[in-house]
């Protein structure tokens, strides 16, 4: 369908006369009508009265006349931004929560810089309730958060699963399977913060030990932080026991400094998320191109066993 005939029915309907038309689209009368024709033969429908003494729409004209004008802007609109040189410019407000900071973060940053110069990040750390609700709020343009958004005017994209292990400093306690989930229980248990879906999924693990265990659950201590860097740091000094992903304490695994403990059932992984608004702009959706290659690129170099990509 041709979408200037379209437009020539717009500005028709609007002037309600063929001459008018012709001088307002610097066209003739006789090219205005045969664009009218041409698209009444297109729609299968005719669209002016021509049997009327002034000028009228007939009621089928009158339906289909908001549709147009619908086509028509949306059509303004795709020539506007085809027009422009770079449309991946200016400022896009990013939100993400730690997880993204202590894996992939340092490369997408790169990697923007290095596919779009031109394209500057105001970067928020918080919880993924935080970022959802900035987001839907219009503060934020988009977020990578645990879990996406069940929300109509939101594109969730799921970028990677972080498995969770058990995790502490080498020598807190006997790694040896019998009576470990009993001894484990007697130390803090470390995880993220309050309401998250990690710490969600660590209560009840920790509920149905104590019970197995014969311990009451009120002796359990949980001690939940939204820094993972808190956490890595209190495992190390030997605080306690954390239920996070391995690939915060990747090196230190590698020495043997910090172990996994085969602790059961180990905790769920999480899936993190990139999420935007359906209407976002070009440079939005630059941005999110280029999250989704840093992540690949990240769980490629990193390994499976400490990131599972799914984008």
């Keep these: 369908m041709n979408t200037r005939f379209l437009e020539t029915f717009v500005t028709l309907s609007q002037l309600r006369n063929f001459h008018a038309t012709a001088r307002a689209l610097n066209a003739t009368p006789a090219a205005i009508s045969l664009r009218i024709k041409s698209l009444e033969d297109d729609l299968r429908t005719e669209l002016v009265d021509r049997s009327a003494k002034g000028f009228r729409l007939t009621p089928s004209g009158e339906h289909l006349l908001g549709y147009a004008k619908t086509v028509v802007a949306a059509a303004a609109k795709l020539r506007s931004a085809a027009l422009l040189d770079n449309p991946v410019q200016g400022r896009v407000r990013l939100g993400v929560i730690e997880t993204v900071v202590h894996s992939w973060l340092a490369q997408f940053m790169k990697e923007l810089a290095a596919d779009?110069?031109?394209?500057?990040?105001?970067?928020?750390?918080?919880?993924?309730?935080?970022?959802?609700?900035?987001?839907?709020?219009?503060?934020?343009?988009?977020?990578?958060?645990?879990?996406?958004?069940d929300h109509p005017e939101v594109l969730s994209t799921a970028l990677a699963l972080y498995p969770v292990q058990w995790l502490a400093r080498n020598g807190l306690l006997s790694p040896r399977p019998g009576g470990l989930s009993q001894r484990a229980l007697q130390f803090p248990i470390m995880t993220f913060a309050q309401g998250t879906q990690p710490q969600l999924a660590l209560v009840e693990i920790l509920t149905a030990?104590?019970?197995?265990?014969?311990?009451?659950?009120?002796?359990?201590?949980?001690?939940?932080?939204p820094s993972v860097a808190a956490i890595v740091q209190l495992i190390k000094d030997g605080y306690g026991i954390a239920a996070i992903p391995g690939l915060f304490v990747k090196d230190s695994l590698l020495t043997g400094d910090i172990i996994e403990l085969p602790l059961h059932p180990t905790p769920?992984?999480?899936?993190?998320?990139?999420?935007?608004?359906?209407?976002a702009k070009a440079r939005v959706h630059a941005t999110a191109a280029t999250i989704r290659k840093a992540c690949l690129n990240y769980g490629n170099s990193t390994g499976k066993e400490f990131v599972k990509i799914l984008c």
Excluded: F, H
């Design 268 to 279: 769920p992984a999480y899936m993190v998320a990139m999420c935007c608004r359906t209407d």
């Design 209 to 225: 030990m104590a019970t197995r265990e014969d311990i009451p659950i009120e002796q359990i201590r949980i001690t939940c932080s």
């Design 116 to 149: 779009y110069p031109d394209l500057q990040i105001d970067l928020t750390v918080d919880m993924s309730t935080v970022l959802q609700k900035r987001l839907l709020n219009g503060e934020l343009d988009i977020v990578v958060r645990v879990e996406g958004i």
